[in-house]
């Protein structure tokens, strides 16, 4: 079967490129593997959905919000399939975020009732009550990697309000080491499927990562078994009560896969959200007054609650604006399963569409300055509304369609009250001589962030 143009539907000006610099053997795998970012920028130049290769294999990446929505809402023609998502369900499992179409609704109705609005009061109060912990031992003029502590606050959130758990902060550690690895390791395999099988050392620290982060989810789950947790109101407890369509209970394999795949999500990309916020203000000092100014203001010197969230408006629209320039999920690939076309070109079945809403966040059509931190680009205020509703349809860090991120109003809800609360108590300033730079792999977050804490 062929499935219409759908690019072509939306708008007939819409066209297919291929990326200069494509060497004989390796294509574009050199760039992609050693400064990706700045090759992406670059490809809306060349059309609107562009070739590039990685040796032989062609790649087609979405350069239009019109492609990207065609792509991101027909899961059943643009499938999780191919060599990314085989390298990733070997290492994470068959959860809700590696899925395939097949099996994708029926994980996610499961796991629905986890993520009501209802549930958010109490996970809010987990999320307050970890970010006081994480901030209660820091003073005027400590310098820390604020990169690993904000990933160290997300995890502890995550493992905490989801499976009525906790860390020891050295299990925090390990295991932020372990999912740092692992993330190098699946975007380094995704672009090179056959380099997984090499015994090289990257490979060697991959498969101890793995191995340490199933005993730890496998620990939380034997835990919630044993009865060390009587709260019904989290992932597990929906997880463990959950039955299979012929009434058995889910196994647990199953269980571990949907938490793997939750502690992930719940965690680097909150903990990248967090990082590159403060990254920015710290290079942009007014928005940072004007957040803090907010925040004291709101919260009174207490740490944010729920009900804080409404209130924060500057807080949301600097979390807005990094999440449009850093959206940590900045490669996204699609398989398709039946012979189709985007922006008049035909795509054989098995083809790779590559969604990344890096590129389409930094085109400068869509988002003025786009390289610029400019948060009230977001503002509903006079004279922002309607250009702030019309960028919305273009801004996708959570994704889009049936696969748009479950934990969304979760992940939110935290960055902005985590946000709020650390602006409002300290000033964090770079270390002088450190230069910050993304790290390369299947998460978009700063390898360090060094930067001395002090009060305002």
């Known amino acids: 079967m062929t499935r219409p143009d759908l690019g072509r539907a939306r708008d007939t000006t819409l066209r297919a490129g291929r990326a200069p610099g494509a060497r004989p053997l390796t294509g574009h795998l050199t760039r992609l593997y050693r400064a990706p970012l700045p090759f992406l920028t670059d490809l809306p130049r060349h059309g609107d959905l562009v070739e590039i290769r990685i040796g032989r294999r062609p790649f087609l990446v979405l350069c239009h919000p019109d492609l990207a929505r065609a792509v991101l809402t027909d899961d059943r023609t643009y499938d999780r399939d191919g060599p990314s998502y085989e390298g990733s369900r070997r290492a994470m499992g068959n959860g809700l975020a590696t899925c395939p179409y097949a099996d994708h609704r029926a994980q996610r109705r499961m796991l629905r009732p986890a993520f009501r609005p209802d549930h958010l009061e109490r ?68 672009l090179m499927p056959w380099a997984g099988r090499l015994p090289t050392p990257g490979n060697l620290r991959y498969g101890r990562a793995l191995k340490q982060w199933h005993a730890e989810a496998g620990r939380l789950i034997a835990a919630h078994r044993a009865g060390a947790s009587s709260d019904a109101r989290n992932v597990l407890s929906h997880l463990v009560a959950a039955r299979t369509a012929d009434g058995t209970p889910l196994p647990d394999p199953d269980i571990h896969d949907q938490a793997t795949a939750l502690v992930l999500a719940g965690s680097e990309t909150t903990a990248a959200a967090l990082a590159w916020s403060c990254h920015l203000l710290a290079r942009h000092p007014g928005a940072g007054r004007r957040l803090r100014e907010e925040a004291r203001t709101v919260l009174g010197g207490r740490v944010a609650a729920l009900e804080d969230v409404p209130r924060l408006t500057v807080t949301s629209r600097v979390l807005t604006e990094a999440l449009r320039l850093y959206p940590p999920a900045w490669l996204v690939p699609r398989t398709t399963t039946c012979e189709t076309s985007l922006a008049g070109r035909r795509l054989p079945v098995g083809s790779t569409v590559v969604f990344s809403p890096y590129v389409l966040h930094r085109r ?72 910050v730079r993304p790290a390369v792999r299947a998460v978009l977050a700063p390898e360090r962030l060094p930067v001395r804490l002090v009060t305002p």
């Open 364 to 435: 400068a059509d869509l988002y003025p300055e786009p390289h610029r931190f400019l948060p009230d680009r977001w503002s509903t205020g006079p004279g922002g509304g309607g250009a702030a509703a019309a960028r919305r349809r273009t801004y996708m860090p959570f994704g889009l369609g049936a696969h748009r991120c479950i934990g969304e109003s979760f992940a939110l809800t935290e960055a902005t009250m985590a946000l709020a609360t650390l602006v409002a108590r300290w000033e964090m300033r770079p270390v002088p001589g450190t230069v």
């Open 123 to 190: 996970y809010a109060a987990v999320m307050g009550r970890t970010i006081e912990e994480t901030t209660d031992g820091w003073h005027d003029g400590l310098e820390v990697d604020l990169a690993e502590e904000l990933f160290a606050l997300a995890t502890k959130t995550a493992v905490r309000a989801l499976f009525a758990s906790d860390l020891t902060p050295a299990a925090a550690q390990e295991l932020h080491r372990a999912l740092a690895t692992f993330l190098k390791g699946v975007y380094r395999q995704s």
